[in-house]
Protein backbone atom coordinates (compact mmCIF):
# COMPACT_ATOMS: atom_id res chain seq x y z
CA UNK A 1 0.00 0.00 0.00
CA UNK A 2 2.69 2.82 0.91
CA UNK A 3 4.39 1.46 -1.95
CA UNK A 4 1.41 2.32 -4.45
CA UNK A 5 1.04 5.90 -1.95
CA UNK A 6 4.47 6.36 -3.53
CA UNK A 7 4.08 5.41 -7.30
CA UNK A 8 0.82 7.38 -7.48
CA UNK A 9 2.75 10.56 -5.92
CA UNK A 10 5.75 9.99 -8.39
CA UNK A 11 3.27 10.02 -11.12
CA UNK A 12 1.84 13.44 -9.88
CA UNK A 13 4.93 14.89 -9.31
CA UNK A 14 6.05 14.15 -12.99
CA UNK A 15 3.15 15.21 -14.35
CA UNK A 16 3.11 18.81 -12.64
CA UNK A 17 7.05 18.99 -14.24
CA UNK A 18 5.73 18.54 -17.75
CA UNK A 19 2.69 20.99 -17.54
CA UNK A 20 5.68 23.47 -16.48
CA UNK A 21 7.41 23.38 -19.65
CA UNK A 22 7.06 24.95 -23.01
CA UNK A 23 5.13 22.01 -24.81
CA UNK A 24 2.03 21.78 -21.72
CA UNK A 25 1.91 25.27 -20.43
CA UNK A 26 -0.70 27.47 -20.85
CA UNK A 27 0.23 31.59 -21.06
CA UNK A 28 -1.08 33.38 -18.19
CA UNK A 29 -4.54 35.59 -19.16
CA UNK A 30 -3.44 38.66 -20.44
CA UNK A 31 -0.44 37.78 -21.28
CA UNK A 32 1.60 38.64 -25.04
CA UNK A 33 2.47 35.88 -27.04
CA UNK A 34 5.56 34.76 -27.64
CA UNK A 35 7.01 36.15 -30.68
CA UNK A 36 7.77 33.98 -34.21
CA UNK A 37 11.00 33.66 -35.56
CA UNK A 38 11.42 36.40 -38.24
CA UNK A 39 9.83 34.99 -41.70
CA UNK A 40 7.61 32.57 -40.30
CA UNK A 41 4.34 33.62 -40.91
CA UNK A 42 1.39 32.95 -38.09
CA UNK A 43 -1.51 33.80 -40.23
CA UNK A 44 -0.96 30.80 -42.62
CA UNK A 45 0.54 33.48 -45.41
CA UNK A 46 3.90 32.46 -47.62
CA UNK A 47 7.28 32.00 -44.93
CA UNK A 48 8.98 34.54 -46.07
CA UNK A 49 12.93 33.77 -46.61
CA UNK A 50 16.06 35.61 -47.42
CA UNK A 51 16.26 36.95 -50.81
CA UNK A 52 18.96 34.33 -52.26
CA UNK A 53 17.34 31.43 -51.26
CA UNK A 54 14.38 32.66 -52.11
CA UNK A 55 15.27 32.90 -55.73
CA UNK A 56 17.33 29.71 -56.04
CA UNK A 57 13.62 27.76 -54.32
CA UNK A 58 11.92 29.48 -57.26
CA UNK A 59 14.41 28.75 -60.03
CA UNK A 60 15.10 25.27 -58.81
CA UNK A 61 11.00 24.50 -58.66
CA UNK A 62 10.52 26.25 -61.65
CA UNK A 63 13.20 23.85 -63.62
CA UNK A 64 13.08 20.99 -62.08
CA UNK A 65 9.19 20.54 -62.78
CA UNK A 66 8.92 21.56 -65.86
CA UNK A 67 7.25 19.20 -68.40
CA UNK A 68 9.02 19.21 -71.15
CA UNK A 69 8.81 15.80 -72.65
CA UNK A 70 11.43 13.27 -74.24
CA UNK A 71 13.73 16.53 -75.80
CA UNK A 72 17.44 15.78 -74.97
CA UNK A 73 17.78 19.05 -74.87
CA UNK A 74 15.76 22.74 -75.21
CA UNK A 75 16.80 26.30 -76.11
CA UNK A 76 15.66 28.68 -73.39
CA UNK A 77 15.72 32.44 -73.44
CA UNK A 78 14.63 35.24 -70.76
CA UNK A 79 12.35 37.39 -71.15
CA UNK A 80 13.33 39.91 -68.99
CA UNK A 81 11.51 40.16 -65.30
CA UNK A 82 9.91 42.87 -64.44
CA UNK A 83 7.90 44.18 -61.39
CA UNK A 84 4.96 43.15 -61.36
CA UNK A 85 3.05 46.61 -60.45
CA UNK A 86 4.74 48.82 -62.84
CA UNK A 87 6.26 46.69 -65.47
CA UNK A 88 9.57 48.28 -64.88
CA UNK A 89 13.16 46.89 -64.82
CA UNK A 90 15.36 47.43 -61.97
CA UNK A 91 18.69 46.53 -61.20
CA UNK A 92 17.25 43.58 -58.71
CA UNK A 93 15.46 42.21 -61.68
CA UNK A 94 18.48 42.25 -63.75
CA UNK A 95 20.58 41.17 -61.08
CA UNK A 96 18.00 37.84 -61.25
CA UNK A 97 18.38 36.99 -64.67
CA UNK A 98 22.04 36.69 -64.04
CA UNK A 99 21.36 34.63 -61.21
CA UNK A 100 19.22 32.47 -63.19
CA UNK A 101 21.11 31.87 -65.90
CA UNK A 102 23.81 30.44 -63.37
CA UNK A 103 21.52 28.70 -61.90
CA UNK A 104 20.52 26.64 -65.16
CA UNK A 105 24.69 26.26 -66.71
CA UNK A 106 25.43 24.50 -63.00
CA UNK A 107 22.49 22.21 -62.48
CA UNK A 108 20.33 21.84 -66.12
CA UNK A 109 22.14 20.92 -68.66
CA UNK A 110 18.78 20.24 -70.45
CA UNK A 111 18.16 23.72 -71.13
CA UNK A 112 20.21 25.86 -73.74
CA UNK A 113 20.36 29.23 -73.06
CA UNK A 114 19.85 31.74 -75.64
CA UNK A 115 19.70 35.58 -76.09
CA UNK A 116 16.22 36.68 -76.11
CA UNK A 117 16.03 38.07 -79.73
CA UNK A 118 13.98 37.56 -82.88
CA UNK A 119 16.00 34.85 -84.09
CA UNK A 120 15.54 32.73 -81.09
CA UNK A 121 11.76 33.15 -81.10
CA UNK A 122 11.62 32.05 -84.55
CA UNK A 123 12.54 28.97 -83.38
CA UNK A 124 10.00 28.34 -81.06
CA UNK A 125 11.83 28.13 -77.59
CA UNK A 126 10.64 28.24 -74.09
CA UNK A 127 10.68 31.64 -72.45
CA UNK A 128 11.18 32.21 -68.78
CA UNK A 129 9.56 35.19 -68.02
CA UNK A 130 8.91 36.66 -64.27
CA UNK A 131 7.78 39.36 -61.72
CA UNK A 132 9.09 40.46 -58.68
CA UNK A 133 6.31 42.51 -56.75
CA UNK A 134 6.93 43.93 -53.21
CA UNK A 135 3.48 43.06 -51.31
CA UNK A 136 1.82 42.49 -47.84
CA UNK A 137 2.91 38.77 -47.49
CA UNK A 138 -0.56 38.17 -45.33
CA UNK A 139 -2.38 39.54 -47.40
CA UNK A 140 -3.71 42.43 -46.13
CA UNK A 141 -5.18 45.47 -48.01
CA UNK A 142 -3.55 48.29 -46.79
CA UNK A 143 -1.00 46.46 -44.81
CA UNK A 144 2.60 47.39 -44.84
CA UNK A 145 4.65 45.57 -47.18
CA UNK A 146 6.47 43.07 -45.93
CA UNK A 147 7.87 40.88 -48.52
CA UNK A 148 8.78 40.15 -52.55
CA UNK A 149 6.90 38.11 -54.32
CA UNK A 150 9.20 36.00 -56.36
CA UNK A 151 7.10 34.18 -59.91
CA UNK A 152 8.68 32.87 -62.45
CA UNK A 153 7.01 30.59 -65.05
CA UNK A 154 8.05 29.10 -68.59
CA UNK A 155 5.74 29.71 -71.61
CA UNK A 156 6.10 26.61 -74.24
CA UNK A 157 6.01 28.91 -77.60
CA UNK A 158 5.12 25.69 -79.70
CA UNK A 159 2.72 24.23 -77.80
CA UNK A 160 1.33 27.42 -76.62
CA UNK A 161 1.26 26.64 -72.86
CA UNK A 162 3.00 27.42 -69.37
CA UNK A 163 4.21 24.47 -68.53
CA UNK A 164 5.68 25.14 -65.18
CA UNK A 165 6.00 27.56 -62.48
CA UNK A 166 8.34 28.59 -59.66
CA UNK A 167 7.47 30.92 -56.24
CA UNK A 168 8.58 32.45 -53.32
CA UNK A 169 8.68 35.10 -51.03
CA UNK A 170 11.85 37.48 -49.71
CA UNK A 171 12.63 39.67 -47.12
CA UNK A 172 13.02 43.24 -48.72
CA UNK A 173 16.31 43.95 -46.65
CA UNK A 174 19.35 44.93 -48.78
CA UNK A 175 17.13 44.91 -52.43
CA UNK A 176 18.15 47.07 -54.78
CA UNK A 177 14.69 48.44 -56.96
CA UNK A 178 16.83 51.78 -58.92
CA UNK A 179 15.12 51.49 -62.29
CA UNK A 180 16.96 50.93 -65.04
CA UNK A 181 18.16 54.36 -66.77
CA UNK A 182 15.16 53.79 -69.40
CA UNK A 183 12.71 53.40 -67.23
CA UNK A 184 13.93 56.35 -64.47
CA UNK A 185 13.72 58.47 -67.62
CA UNK A 186 10.42 57.68 -68.55
CA UNK A 187 8.51 60.25 -66.89
CA UNK A 188 5.03 58.23 -66.26
CA UNK A 189 5.38 54.54 -65.87
CA UNK A 190 2.39 52.77 -67.30
CA UNK A 191 1.15 49.68 -68.34
CA UNK A 192 0.59 48.50 -71.83
CA UNK A 193 -1.55 45.59 -72.65
CA UNK A 194 1.61 43.69 -73.59
CA UNK A 195 2.73 44.10 -70.56
CA UNK A 196 -0.39 43.10 -68.93
CA UNK A 197 -0.58 40.20 -70.86
CA UNK A 198 3.02 39.17 -69.74
CA UNK A 199 2.25 39.88 -65.97
CA UNK A 200 -0.97 37.31 -66.65
CA UNK A 201 0.60 34.85 -68.35
CA UNK A 202 3.06 35.11 -65.37
CA UNK A 203 0.99 35.32 -61.89
CA UNK A 204 -2.42 34.62 -63.35
CA UNK A 205 -1.44 30.85 -64.63
CA UNK A 206 -1.01 27.45 -63.58
CA UNK A 207 1.25 24.87 -65.42
CA UNK A 208 -1.04 23.44 -68.73
CA UNK A 209 -3.13 26.88 -68.61
CA UNK A 210 -2.72 28.53 -72.21
CA UNK A 211 -0.38 31.19 -72.21
CA UNK A 212 -2.03 34.91 -72.96
CA UNK A 213 -2.77 35.72 -76.47
CA UNK A 214 -1.32 39.07 -76.57
CA UNK A 215 2.00 38.02 -75.23
CA UNK A 216 2.04 35.28 -77.64
CA UNK A 217 1.07 37.90 -80.41
CA UNK A 218 3.55 40.32 -79.75
CA UNK A 219 6.91 38.54 -78.54
CA UNK A 220 8.46 38.88 -81.93
CA UNK A 221 8.03 42.85 -81.22
CA UNK A 222 8.85 42.51 -77.34
CA UNK A 223 12.36 41.15 -78.40
CA UNK A 224 13.51 44.30 -80.35
CA UNK A 225 11.90 46.40 -77.98
CA UNK A 226 13.80 44.40 -75.14
CA UNK A 227 17.06 45.02 -76.85
CA UNK A 228 16.41 48.60 -77.60
CA UNK A 229 15.92 48.68 -73.81
CA UNK A 230 19.65 47.17 -73.31
CA UNK A 231 21.09 49.73 -76.18
CA UNK A 232 19.45 52.76 -73.93
CA UNK A 233 20.49 51.96 -71.06
CA UNK A 234 24.18 51.35 -72.40
CA UNK A 235 23.94 55.28 -73.79
CA UNK A 236 24.20 53.88 -77.71
CA UNK A 237 21.32 55.99 -78.46
CA UNK A 238 21.63 55.18 -82.28
CA UNK A 239 20.93 51.75 -81.97
CA UNK A 240 18.32 52.05 -79.91
CA UNK A 241 16.22 54.18 -82.38
CA UNK A 242 16.74 51.93 -84.72
CA UNK A 243 15.21 49.15 -82.62
CA UNK A 244 12.40 51.06 -81.85
CA UNK A 245 11.95 51.80 -85.42
CA UNK A 246 12.38 48.13 -86.37
CA UNK A 247 9.83 47.66 -83.46
CA UNK A 248 7.18 49.39 -84.61
CA UNK A 249 7.15 48.17 -88.19
CA UNK A 250 6.66 44.36 -86.66
CA UNK A 251 3.58 43.14 -85.67
CA UNK A 252 2.35 44.09 -82.15
CA UNK A 253 5.19 46.50 -81.96
CA UNK A 254 2.72 49.95 -81.56
CA UNK A 255 3.71 49.37 -77.46
CA UNK A 256 4.38 51.54 -74.84
CA UNK A 257 7.23 50.98 -73.87
CA UNK A 258 9.24 51.73 -77.56
CA UNK A 259 6.76 55.31 -77.98
CA UNK A 260 7.45 56.87 -74.33
CA UNK A 261 11.46 56.98 -75.54
CA UNK A 262 11.40 57.14 -79.38
CA UNK A 263 11.84 60.87 -79.52
CA UNK A 264 14.17 61.26 -76.72
CA UNK A 265 16.50 58.38 -78.79
CA UNK A 266 15.85 60.25 -81.91
CA UNK A 267 17.29 63.66 -80.07
CA UNK A 268 20.13 61.53 -78.50
CA UNK A 269 21.36 59.97 -81.68
CA UNK A 270 21.22 63.31 -83.19
CA UNK A 271 23.62 64.77 -80.84
CA UNK A 272 25.89 62.11 -80.71
Given at each position: ?8 G??L???T????T????Q ?7 P?P??G?S??G??P???F ?6 AA ?5 KA???D?D?VVL??DP ?5 TG????A????E ?19 S?A ?8 L?GT?T ?5 G ?6 D ?8 A ?7 V?K????A ?6 T ?8 S ?5 DP??E?Y ?6 TR????I??V?A??I??GA ?8 Y ?9 E????A???P?GDQ??AA ?13
Open positions: MYFQVFVTLAASLALASSAFAPSPGAPATPRVTSAAIIPDEALQKNDLLSNLGAKVILIDGVAQSVTRGMRKIVEIVNKGYPKFQIDKFTAIAKSPIVIFLINNAQAGGAKAYRICLALDLKAKKISGVARRPDGIDTPTPYFADPVIAKTTAIKSCQGPGDPEQYDRLSLIADAIVSDARRYKDALLYQSVRTGLRQRHLSCQLEAEAQ
